[in-house]
């Protein structure tokens, strides 16, 4: 089962349906055996349709193709009792007869399948797209009617049925010329399946046209019937393509687009009149001046309300544009709006920062000062060490201000340094000094290597809180026994600083925003590690104003590195 419902299924009754075409013309011409053989070609054509729907299909989607096996069916059976006739009884039908029935009501079965194929792929309903079926239909009716369908008024028939039964086939041809040209324009992408269903349906189309130009010469054995024979074969080839099941994109638009295809079929069908009168004027033929009046007449209509539908459409699509334009431009003013009330948001809450910190610090340095006048005085133990706690609080309070306060001058572009010789080993040292007892207390090891590198013209005191920072940052996000390393080196004209711990990480989505103002990982705040998010965003700040800059690696449980790059000698 599944290699019959493999792709090469379809391709295998192409190639078997075409060896059969081939053997067919074999066969002695106008024979029994070539009337028989063309019934076998069709029923095993109508049988694959069926079994294609129903492998490939869902029962509630196979009734497109279940029409196309019943129309093709009556055309078969019209050509069964043709060959009953024509081997048994040795001649031809009576006209009209039961074939013709069967003929005749196959093409309204096929017409409706296309339909339906259509409409599940997202056919419009709309005004337009039934302007441009009515428009199609006309055309081809006129064609049909002037060429196909009147000329049989001027032929001599047994009887008046067999002249209406031989006016009917060029005008059920109406209904699959129509059909084909909808799917020529149909919705949505195109896949095997379409191609080969639009193959077939416009072999059979062609076949009918050239047979009723020819009719009167036509025998059974024809050229022509390698048409309707691959007409059969390719339809059934559609049905046993695998992608038919999706045999087109659907399509939501709810106007037709105006494809080159369309518009090409759209100026054909609207220049039929026109076209129609040149070619029996050519032909010196009897001018069908009534038919062509009023088909030219329809169609002008036609044409003129599509055109209204355009010039609607386009109106519309200005108006729409204007007024998409006019909202654009006010949330583009309300935007700019809101902007600037952040930025005046922003510009406040800087300056409130800044004013507060100016007046927390001279409180802070005076209960700094105090506290510090008592230390020396005291002598209670117990007393000495409540004292203690304000310090060690009252420093807190005024590093922090004293971070404010620089934060917010680098808000407004104020960072001036202070240049002078910086000899950045013995820097380092004294940072990594000071921070042994925090990394003592909080069981961290503490390990530094330096080399001797180029003096720097800097700010000490400003890379000195840089270093602080960083190395502060590293003990506390260290968890116990764990080894923060300070390393100093110089690599081609630029002097590297590496402060690298075995801490908890930082994860990469996080890294991008570390340097921004007052951001803090996620980890911090969830194990309530104190800090302000200033410092790396002025450590950045510090090291950019040095001509330097500060980069991170890390990995979430393994630890973080920063390294800072300076030049040689400093930045002018």
């Known amino acids: 089962m599944n290699r019959f419902r493999a792709a090469p299924a379809a391709w295998l009754f192409l190639a078997c349906g075409a060896a059969a075409i081939a053997a067919y013309f074999l066969l002695p011409s106008h024979g029994d055996a070539q009337s028989i053989f063309f019934v076998v070609i069709g029923s ?30 009556g055309q078969v059976a019209g050509d069964a009792i043709f060959a009953v006739y024509e081997v048994g009884l040795d001649r031809e039908p009576p006209s009209p007869s039961v074939a013709d029935v069967f003929y005749l009501g ?34 081809v009716a006129l064609v049909q009617w002037v060429f196909f369908i009147d000329p049989y008024n001027h032929m001599r028939f047994g009887t008046e049925g067999a002249r209406l039964v031989a006016m009917a086939y060029p005008a059920v041809d109406v209904l699959l010329l129509v059909a084909f040209a909808q799917l020529l324009v ?81 100026s054909a069908a609207s220049l039929t009149a026109p076209l129609a009168l040149l070619i029996e004027r050519v032909a010196h033929h009897h001018v069908h001046a009534f038919a062509i009046a009023v088909g030219g007449a329809l169609l002008g209509g036609l044409v003129l309300l599509r055109l209204a539908g355009l010039v609607r459409a386009v109106e519309s699509t200005g108006r729409a544009e204007r007024a998409a334009r006019r909202e654009a431009e006010q949330a583009q003013q309300l935007l700019a709006y809101q ?27 005076s209960i700094a000062g105090y506290v510090e006048l008592l230390l020396e005085e005291e002598t ?57 007892p925090r990394a003592r207390a909080a069981a961290v090891r503490l390990d530094v290597e330096t080399t001797p590198v ?18 502060s940052n590293a003990i506390k996000f260290t968890p116990r026994d764990g080894r923060v390393s300070v390393r100093l080196g110089v690599h081609e004209q630029m002097i590297w600083i590496e402060v690298s711990d075995t801490g908890i990480g930082i994860p990469e989505t996080e890294r991008e925003r570390l340097f921004e103002r007052f951001f803090r990982a996620q980890s911090a705040l969830e194990r309530q590690i104190q800090g302000t998010g200033l410092g790396l965003y002025i450590s950045k700040a510090i090291i950019d104003a040095h001509g330097g800059r500060i980069g991170v690696d890390s990995n979430p449980g393994q630890g973080t590195t920063f390294v800072i790059e300076l030049p040689v000698g400093g930045a002018s």
């Open 339 to 365: 902007n600037q009330q952040l930025r005046e948001l922003d510009r406040l809450k800087d300056e409130f920062v800044s004013s507060i910190s100016h007046e927390l610090r001279t409180p802070l340095t």
């Open 380 to 436: 209670e133990e117990h007393k000495r060490g409540h004292l203690a706690i304000v310090e060690r609080n009252a420093d807190r309070l005024l590093s922090l201000v004293a971070d404010l306060l620089f934060a917010a001058r680098l808000q407004y572009g104020r960072l001036e340094l202070e240049r002078s010789p910086v000899d950045l080993q013995t820097l380092v040292t004294q940072c990594v000094d000071s921070a042994r």
């Open 186 to 266: 149909g919705p949505g992408g195109r896949t095997r399946s379409y191609r080969l269903l639009l193959a077939s349906v416009a072999l059979w189309v062609v076949a009918d046209e050239i047979y009723g130009l020819n009719v009167d010469t036509y025998q059974g054995g024809d050229w022509i019937d390698a048409l309707w024979l691959g007409s059969y074969v390719t339809w059934a080839a559609a049905a046993l393509e695998p992608s038919m099941a999706r045999i087109a994109e659907f399509d939501r638009r709810r106007l037709p687009r105006l494809t080159k295809t369309r518009l090409l079929l759209l």
């Open 106 to 139: 196959g093409y309204p079965l096929l017409a409706l399948g296309v339909v339906l194929v259509l409409r599940r792929l997202g056919a419009q309903t709309s005004r337009t797209a039934i302007l441009d079926s009515v428009l199609i239909f006309c055309g």
């Open 454 to 471: 180029p003096e720097l013209f800097g700010e000490p005191a400003k890379l000195g809180q840089v270093l602080d920072n960083l190395v």
């Open 44 to 73: 095993a054509s109508v049988a694959a349709i069926y079994i294609g729907s129903v492998r490939n299909l869902p029962p509630g989607q196979r009734l497109p193709w279940q029409l196309f096996a019943l129309g093709l069916l």
